[in-house]
């Protein structure tokens, strides 16, 4: 994997963030799932971004559930 190259990622997250976090988490997408999940989805410029956003989430004290690369919005293109 390129580190130059930006990449689509899931995270899963347990608990509730609404969309006004998007600016926050570089304008991913913020959705609801069942069971108090949320769902960041969207595109990561490179491994140093994905750290920093694993950082603020961190700091929200929301425990991590999964981050997985080449999310949906793969297919979709």
Known sequence: MS???PS???IRLQG???ERWTTWFDDMTISAEPGG???LCGEVADQAALHGLLAR???LGLPLISVTPGGS???NQ
């Open 73 to 75: 919005a793969e297919v």
């Open 8 to 10: 689509q990622y899931e």
């Open 57 to 59: 989430l961190r700091d």
């Open 3 to 5: 580190t130059h190259n």
């Open 37 to 39: 999940v949320t769902l």
């Open 16 to 18: 509730r963030l609404d």
